[in-house]
């Protein structure tokens, strides 16, 4: 029996994946097998001795310590892909906010409110304060071409824009959807375009990448959205900017004391995956990543592991996770060998310093097998799956 620990709200489409037979859940569970989470922040907790694995109900995993986990032998699970429709429509819809002051004119339309037959009459002389460019015909740079910003450019196409994207690390051989240009130097794209989208993950390089040098080579009609991280933008200089009449919109899922009331900002309170469809299917998701680790050891969508997902062709599966170095892979099978255990298939992948291997076994496997890996050094976890 596996035993799964909640620490939000998780949708029950992705928990009615968990066969009661073999799994119980919720949030009081102890010594938890893995853990299901979404916002909740889990630096500050203690990992129990139990835990195999954690499956974050999205993509980003800020809030989880994923390092430390990797030392433990915690496989951190994400669910790429899974809210990547309902963050792309948002993502239109901050474009066009962007563009044509809606939000700014909604406030006012509640102000003439006790006008009563004279509203009509102040609409008409009021609309031009809230005019806006189209977007179609316009240049919009998208800032990563992941699952949300593949989805963001391949909309604007059908909306009539110029799309130009921007992923040092997309695979040579992906297929771009037509009226989408690829464009690797960001000093060519700042300078081109009319509205930009962040789709990039928080890195050391990516950081506070909207800053006042980087808007200085942008249009002054610039609209940024920021639908990816609050920190991948310089709040005081976006503000800077607007005040100075160097950036049009600034439009962030991500808000904080600073930006929120500025002129020029529109502030959404992170409502990128906050969708009925979106929890469902990240939590579906996570489920069956968790699911298939468990009873398989397979690894599928880990942010700090390597992907390892094999067919068992043995009776008795070992999973190893283990320090990338040296004779490692020849220790343990010599180990394992030297027991007595016949190896039907081995495989093994690494993710910088830190790699795992899924070892098939044609006989049974002792506590005696078990306890001569763990004593190799570099070896963080054995499990033994039957």
């Known amino acids: 029996m596996f035993n799964i620990k909640t620490l939000n709200k998780i949708s029950n489409v992705g928990l009615s994946k968990f066969d009661l037979s073999k799994y119980t859940y919720g949030d009081g569970i102890e010594n ?3 853990i299901m989470v979404r916002s909740a922040s889990m630096h500050d907790m203690e990992m129990p001795e139990s835990l195999l694995a954690i499956a974050r109900a999205g993509a980003g995993t800020n809030n989880i310590p994923v390092g430390d986990c990797a030392e433990k032998g915690i496989v951190v699970f994400n669910t790429p892909g899974a809210n990547a429709n309902a963050v792309k ?6 474009l066009l906010l962007s563009s044509r002051k809606v939000t700014k004119a909604i406030d006012w339309c509640k102000t003439i409110k006790d006008e009563g037959d004279n509203v009509g009459k102040t609409v008409e002389k009021g609309k031009s304060a809230f005019a806006g460019p189209e977007i179609k015909g316009k ?3 998208v800032i990563g071409l992941g699952a949300i910003g593949r989805l963001v450019a391949e909309a604007a196409v059908d909306l009539g824009m ?3 994207g921007y992923d040092p690390f997309l695979p040579a051989d992906a297929e771009l959807k037509k009226g989408i240009t690829l464009n690797n130097n960001l000093e060519e ?4 375009a009319d509205y930009l989208t962040l789709h990039v993950p928080l890195t050391d390089e990516t950081k506070e990448l909207i800053n006042k040098d980087t808007i200085a080579t942008m249009k002054d009609s610039v609209r940024i959205m920021n639908f990816a991280r ?8 976006v503000i800077d900017a607007l005040e100075e009449g160097k950036m049009s919109a600034y439009v962030t899922d991500f808000p904080d004391a600073a930006l929120i009331g500025v002129d020029g900002v529109i502030a959404i309170p992170h409502l990128g995956a906050s969708t009925p469809e979106s929890e469902e299917n990240c939590a579906a998701m996570g489920a069956m990543e968790l699911i298939d680790f468990l009873e398989n050891g397979n690894i599928k969508n880990s942010v700090n592991m390597p992907n390892v997902s094999v ?3 043995g009776s008795v599966r070992i999973t190893v996770i283990h320090k990338n170095q040296p004779n490692m892979i020849s220790t343990i099978t010599d180990t394992i060998s030297k027991d007595g255990v016949n190896i039907a298939s081995f495989e093994d992948k690494n993710r910088g310093d830190i790699a795992y291997a899924i070892i098939d076994c044609d006989t049974d496997v002792s506590a005696s097998v ?3 890996i763990e004593a190799i050094d570099g070896v963080i976890r054995v499990r033994v799956i039957k």
């Open 162 to 164: 110029n799309v130009i």
């Open 32 to 34: 938890p097998d893995a």
């Open 311 to 313: 067919a068992k062709s």
């Open 89 to 94: 429509e948002l993502v239109i819809l901050g």
């Open 139 to 141: 240049t919009l740079g």
């Open 230 to 237: 609050g920190a991948l933008a310089n709040s005081n200089d």
């Open 370 to 372: 078990v306890t001569d």
């Open 189 to 192: 794209i700042f300078p081109i």
